[in-house]
């Protein structure tokens, strides 16, 4: 059974930095696709970055390009979003995805959800 296990998360001043990190564990991970997601309570889930697990390319929401970075360590099965210069509008829920393809990112239809991490930006 997949898991995804987030940690990371906390409170920090505006132009702050938090690095979250995704545990995933359940199965060996080659051509899955792992991402984030963050939400706000009363909005919908919103894309933030999405990579692939043994590689290729990355996207990221224009709202972080050049201050996110999604990045994987495969033998620690592990996925990292390293946020730089956050704003007090980057507070939320940060959830972890896993799903087979980008366009199960794109379509926020992943396999596998991590239970999420609270970031909070202070202003």
């Known amino acids: 059974q997949v898991q995804l296990v987030e940690s990371g998360g906390g409170l920090v001043q505006a132009g702050g930095s938090l690095r979250l990190v995704c545990a995933a564990s359940g199965r060996r991970f080659s051509s899955d696709v792992m991402g984030w997601f963050r939400q706000v309570l009363g909005k919908e889930r919103e894309f933030v970055a999405a990579?692939?697990?043994?590689?290729?390319?990355?996207y990221y929401a224009d709202s972080v390009k050049g201050r996110f970075t999604i990045s994987r360590d495969i033998a620690k099965n592990t996925v990292y979003l390293q946020m730089n210069s956050l704003a007090p509008e980057d507070t939320a829920i940060y959830y972890c995805a896993l799903g087979a393809s980008y366009g199960s990112m794109r379509y926020a239809t992943p396999d596998y959800w991590g239970q999420g991490t609270q970031v909070t930006v202070s202003s």
């Open positions: 990579a692939g697990w043994s590689g290729g390319v990355t």
